[in-house]
């Protein structure tokens, strides 16, 4: 079957770094997702991974080891709007994308 | 652009009534679908079209009919709703991908539905 495992829960510190990891089992592999979630609000684009290596983008950054099915995603700098769940997903062999439950991030001042 | 657009925001059924959720998209995208979120999963997949007049059924398919009359719109109805289909309802529509780096298949999302059956 295929399986998107991440943490349910992470705590963090105002100014500190926190990385998300993320597990995948597909059938197939076509790229993997970050999206960020507000409480109440619908997901957004954070970053997309299709080859091995990282990817950064400002405070954020993604890795990916496709050999390892894993990825992580590194927020540097946390700031109180970081406060969100981060949902991981993975496009498999027909493009259609399996997600994981998503890791609540708690920042604390 | 307005996006995507989903309507309404927050729903309250009776077991048994049926109700049709609308979604509407401006950026010209093929692909559409409907997804459910609950506490605790990740987003499945309900159903998804490629273009006008194609639909296809994602994860979690039954109560629930999709038609793709335009590319603009994709409805998504509940047939006859059941308690356990409360849940938060995304539209959420990309381009067509081939997967390759130079085109990520971004969704972009509407604002969600809330759907309370009793």
């Known amino acids: 079957g295929q399986n998107i495992d991440q943490p349910t829960e992470m705590t963090a510190t105002e100014g500190a770094i926190v990385q998300i990891n993320c597990t995948y089992q597909?059938?197939?592999?076509?790229?993997l997702f970050w999206y960020q979630q507000h409480a109440g609000e619908a997901p957004t684009f954070l970053s997309y991974?299709?080859l091995d290596g990282l990817e950064e983008k400002g405070r954020f950054s993604s890795f990916l080891s496709r050999s390892k099915g894993y990825s992580y995603l590194l927020l540097k700098e946390l700031q109180m709007k970081d406060s969100a769940s981060y949902l991981c997903?993975?496009?498999?062999?027909?493009?259609?994308?399996?997600w994981g439950a998503g890791t609540k991030l708690i920042i604390k001042p | 652009n307005a996006g995507v657009t989903q309507t309404p925001k927050f729903q309250v059924l009776k077991t048994g009534q049926s109700m049709t959720l609308q979604c509407a998209q401006d950026?010209?995208?093929?692909?559409m679908s409907w997804y459910r979120q609950d506490p605790g999963m990740g987003l499945r997949l309900i159903h998804y079209?490629?273009?006008?007049?194609?639909?296809d059924q994602g994860e979690v398919p039954n109560g629930y009919n999709v038609s793709r009359s335009t590319t603009e719109d994709f409805p998504l109805r509940l047939l006859s709703a059941a308690p356990s289909q409360t849940s938060v309802y995304f539209c959420?529509?990309?381009?067509?991908?081939?997967?390759?780096?130079?085109?990520?298949?971004?969704?972009?999302f509407g604002e969600g539905s809330r759907l309370t059956v009793l």
């Open positions: 959420a529509s990309r381009h067509l991908t081939s997967g390759t780096e130079l085109n990520t298949g971004e969704l972009f």
């Open positions: 950026m010209n995208h093929e692909y």
């Open positions: 079209s490629v273009g006008a007049g194609i639909t």
């Open positions: 597909t059938s197939g592999f076509n790229g």
């Open positions: 991974n299709v």
């Open positions: 997903a993975v496009s498999d062999s027909n493009y259609q994308l399996i």
